[in-house]
T-cell receptor, first 113, second 114 residues
Framework: GNSVTQMEGPVTLSEEAFLTINCTYT??????LFWYVQYPGEGLQLLLK?????DKGSNKGFEATYRKETTSFHLEKGSVQVSDSAVYFC????????????FGPGTSLSVIP | NAGVTQTPKFQVLKTGQSMTLQCAQD?????MSWYRQDPGMGLRLIHY???????DQGEVPNGYNVSRSTTEDFPLRLLSAAPSQTSVYFC?????????????FGPGTRLTVT
């Protein structure tokens, strides 16, 4: 079946460090891929998405490239800030018998000054 | 726009009690969903609705009921609470299918069942 695997963390980085959060997926065909972010005490917000192979999603300095050959959608940011501290969820959508998005377990990121 | 609102923010129930978690959105979205969030498991879909009067089960529907009498509201009912239902519950809405459109999430309800 469809599934998403991501590093669970927690990940702790110093401010201005480079961030990579790995995400790989299992799905037939060509799913749409997403990164959502959850700030403390809030609901999830869409960070970026890609709908076909080799697409790059980007937002707020974050980027992720849809790699069909490695079934991956790794999240990267060149220089993290304290305000980036949050939980990041990788997710996929593939139309099956019902309309749903499959979320990974989430990766907690803490950025320290 | 208030977006997606959920009430209450926190709730403690005893085993066997019933309650309704409220969810409302003011964006005229057709799609609404309920998820539960448990540590290490991401979000799991409980029930969803593709429009007023239409609901369907997600991957973990047992112990929960939903109805959708209006576009705006999508309440989640716990009929007889169990400790296994201790979780954080999120309501979400989207303009169209969840694969095509961004989902907007409410702030969540933290439920503890003792």
């Amino acid at each position: 079946g469809n599934s998403v695997t991501q590093m669970e963390g927690p990940v702790t980085l110093s401010e201005e460090a480079f961030l990579t959060i790995n995400c790989t997926y299992t799905a037939t065909g060509y799913p749409s891929l997403f990164w959502y972010v959850q700030y403390p005490g809030e609901g999830l917000q869409l960070l970026l998405k890609a709908t076909k192979a080799d697409d790059k999603g980007s937002n707020k300095g974050f980027e992720a490239t849809y790699r069909k050959e490695t079934t991956s959608f790794h999240l990267e940011k060149g220089s993290v800030q304290v305000s980036d501290s949050a939980v990041y969820f990788c997710a996929l959508y593939r139309k099956t018998s019902y309309d749903k998005v499959i979320f990974g377990p989430g990766t907690s990121l803490s950025v320290i000054p | 726009n208030a977006g997606v609102t959920q009430t209450p923010k926190f709730q403690v129930l005893k085993t066997g009690q019933s309650m309704t978690l409220q969810c409302a959105q003011d964006m005229n979205h057709e799609y609404m969903s309920w998820y539960r969030q448990d540590p290490g498991m991401g979000l799991r879909l409980i029930h969803y609705s593709v429009g007023a009067g239409i609901t369907d089960q997600g991957e973990v529907p047992n112990g929960y009921n939903v109805s959708r009498s209006t576009t705006e509201d999508f309440p989640l009912r716990l009929l007889s609470a169990a400790p296994s239902q201790t979780s954080v519950y999120f309501c979400a809405s989207s303009y169209g299918g969840t694969g095509s459109y961004e989902q907007y999430f409410g702030p969540g309800t933290r439920l503890t069942v003792t």
